[in-house]
């Protein structure tokens, strides 16, 4: 069983900095990828970063050089740290989670970039 909890959204003034962090609190522990989606109003849930279970990491290329994604192995948990925010990135982000060649959500979390 897989069970992604998040935490971390909230509302932040542009150019800010706000940090996201998703445990798996279930008992299936052998994840491969683990990432970020986001999904704003009237638009499709499109991929932020990912990475793998040896560290490799992907962006968007709305994101790169702005978030950061990190993962700690041992506890199944992925944080996206994300600076220099824009009101473009407003938007509910979901954390993901593939094992068994399935794919785990979150039940997502608001970022609101709003002065």
């Known amino acids: 069983q897989v069970q992604l909890v998040e935490s971390g959204g909230g509302v932040v003034q542009p150019g800010g900095s706000l940090n996201l962090s998703c445990t798996n609190t279930?008992?299936?522990?052998?994840?491969?990828?683990m990432g970020w989606y986001r999904q704003a109003p009237g638009s499709q849930r499109e991929s932020v970063a990912e990475i793998s279970a040896d560290g490799n990491a992907n962006y968007a290329d709305s994101v790169k050089g702005r978030f950061t994604i990190f993962r700690d192995g041992a506890k199944n948990t992925v944080f996206l740290q994300m600076n220099r925010m824009i009101p473009e990135d407003t938007a509910v982000y979901y954390c993901?989670?593939?094992?068994?060649?399935?794919?785990?959500w979150g039940q997502g979390t608001q970022v609101t970039v709003s002065s």
């Open positions: 993901s989670a593939t094992g068994r060649a399935i794919t785990y």
């Open positions: 279930g008992t299936y522990s052998r994840l491969n990828s």
